[in-house]
């Protein structure tokens, strides 16, 4: 009897022992070992959720990376054509011609845009936008930049695009009929005007009336082409917008000399090319193409006088590729790009000749001369046309 107690009481206290070590190894992490182990034949859960934790970070960084070499330049450079937001009926800055061409200021920016990156200038499509489609245009990035005579403001430049350099300074006014009898805009009390809808314009000419307590009736029209339509019908005794516009418009009416353009303006409109937001790289280049333009006319180089040899002349040898560097590669452009725009579009000021001096729009004493100091010797000079300097 003492024998077998005792063989039973060693036998609960081996139980105990063994149920004590086991405690002990649960608490406890095993030691990691650093001999190589057996292949693992059915990971467990726990390693499952790590290695797809772990590729998540993997594949958002492939993505980056291919979402960087899908940039801007190489969609239209696989594509092979620039898609360009413009217009289509304002006359000198982006007009349909009866064959369905599209001319203008605005479009041979787009031009010049096109000969730097494809080195052809009319490898361009071009997309006739209302003004109240660009904004959802440009946020939805299915164009390579619009150049559609629009106003550079903060809240579209937050919610729309980049805004490249400023090429043409203008102001809001005023056109009316000259038997309305009006010689100044303060004396539009009791009128109706006609404006654009989603503008600029309609928002400058809520402030004008509220600011000087003038008793004005607005009537909005969606596009461009029913707003001039209205005021030549009469359905408003005036118009506004850009007085760069009201030349354009006043010179396409059968009888131009019948309205007046009012004196003065009311707003500030710096008008230039807008990119989509989310490459930078994009908007550099096209930031650069303006320039271009603008410093080959401050130089005195046109598109028939492009060099193709070292002048000695550092800042134009550099502008052309010839010698020295401004970022071309960084940009993604030839070294030599300046040359293509230059002689396929011309310079800032040809391209100004060519679209809007016949329109009456001299640049001489106007904003749209070159800056004061400008290198060239018969060029307007005294304005505000500038850009950052290629170097």
């Keep these: 009897m003492n024998r077998y107690l005792k063989y039973m009481a060693g036998a609960v206290l081996l139980v105990i022992a063994l149920a004590a070590m086991a405690c002990q190894q649960d608490a406890e992490p095993p030691a ?3 001999a190589p182990t057996a ?8 390693a499952a959720m790590t290695a797809e934790a772990t590729a998540m970070p993997a594949d958002s960084e492939s993505t980056s990376m291919t979402n960087q070499g899908d940039s801007r330049l190489a969609s239209v450079m696989s594509r092979g054509t620039l898609i360009c937001a413009s217009n ?7 007009f349909a011609d009866a064959s369905g061409n ?3 200021f605005d479009i041979d920016l787009c031009r010049a845009v096109a000969a730097a990156v494809l080195g052809d200038a009319d490898a361009v499509e071009y997309r006739p936008t209302t003004a109240s489609e660009r904004g959802p245009t440009m946020q939805s990035g299915e164009v390579d930049i619009m150049s559609r005579n629009t106003t550079w403001t903060s809240s579209r430049n937050a919610t729309w695009g980049n805004f490249a350099p400023t090429m043409f300074y203008d102001g809001q006014g005023f056109m009316v009929p000259k038997n309305l009898g009006v010689s100044g805009m303060m004396e539009l009390g009791g009128s109706s005007v006609c404006v654009q809808q989603g503008t600029t314009t309609e928002l400058n000419l809520q402030d004008f009336i509220a600011q000087n307590d003038l008793d004005i ?3 909005v029209f969606p596009d461009n082409v029913a707003t001039n339509a209205a005021y030549t019908s009469g359905q408003c005794d005036a118009l506004t917008t850009d007085r760069s516009g009201l030349v354009s418009t006043r010179a396409g009416f059968a009888s131009p000399d019948d309205h007046t353009i009012l ?5 500030e409109e710096p008008l230039g090319p807008v990119v989509p937001h989310g490459d930078e790289q994009w908007f550099d280049l096209v930031s650069a193409v303006m320039s271009m333009l603008i410093y080959a006319e401050a130089y005195g180089i046109t598109s028939s006088s492009v060099p193709t040899a070292v002048t000695g002349d550092t800042a134009i040898d550099r502008l052309f590729g010839l010698e020295g560097s401004y970022g071309q590669e960084d940009m993604g452009l030839s070294m030599t790009a300046a040359q293509d725009v230059i002689r396929a579009v011309g310079n800032y000021g040809e391209i100004y000749d060519r679209h809007l001096t016949p329109l009456d729009l001299q640049r001489e004493g106007s904003r749209n001369a070159l800056w004061a100091n400008a290198p060239c010797t018969d060029c307007p000079k005294g304005g505000q046309v500038y850009a950052a300097p290629l170097r």
């Design 39 to 46: 292949a693992i034949t059915a990971p467990t859960e726990p």
């Design 32 to 34: 990691q070992s650093t």
């Design 217 to 219: 009736e607005v009537v």
């Design 263 to 267: 004196a003065g303006t009311i707003s």
């Design 102 to 104: 599209i001319t203008g």
């Design 88 to 94: 289509d009926s304002l006359a000198g800055f982006g």
